[in-house]
Nanobody
Framework: QVQLAESGGGLVQAGDSLRLSCAAS????????MGWFRQAPGKEREFVAA????????FYADSVKGRFTISRDNAKNTVYLQMSSLKPEDTAAYYC?????????????????????WGQGTQVTVSS
């Protein structure tokens, strides 16, 4: 089972930018589809973004499209979430997740059921 460790969260003001990182423990990371999800207090976990194994395909929730960018560096076993124009409603714990089925394409990339390994999360708080 791959271990995932998120970092980069913090307290920022509305309109600021922040970059989250998620480091994976296995070199087979390069074959995994990766996703970012978030969960605000009292709410269900929701999809934020996903990226296929090569980085050639990315997917975003409508709420973050145009503001967030997911990317990956397979040489560093790391996936990133660049967040800009942050809003108070972006406040949540952010989790990265791995779908360890190699070279996965298609399917419900937006569903947390597609992912079988999760990080501990990093808190992002956006003040108004």
């Amino acid at each position: 089972q791959v271990q995932l460790a998120e970092s980069g969260g913090g307290l920022v003001q509305a309109g600021d930018s922040l970059r989250l990182s998620c480091a994976a423990s296995r070199s087979t990371f390069e074959t995994y589809r990766m996703g970012w999800f978030r969960q605000a207090p009292g709410k269900e976990r929701e999809f934020v973004a996903a990226i296929n194994w090569s980085g050639g395909n990315t997917f975003y929730a409508d709420s973050v499209k145009g503001r967030f960018t997911i990317s990956r560096d397979n040489a560093k076993n790391t996936v990133y979430l660049q967040m800009s124009s942050l809003k108070p409603e972006d406040t949540a714990a952010y989790y990265c997740a791995a779908d360890q089925r190699p070279y996965r394409s298609g399917g419900a990339y937006y569903s947390d059921r597609e992912y079988n390994s999760w990080g501990q999360g990093t808190q992002v708080t956006v003040s108004s």
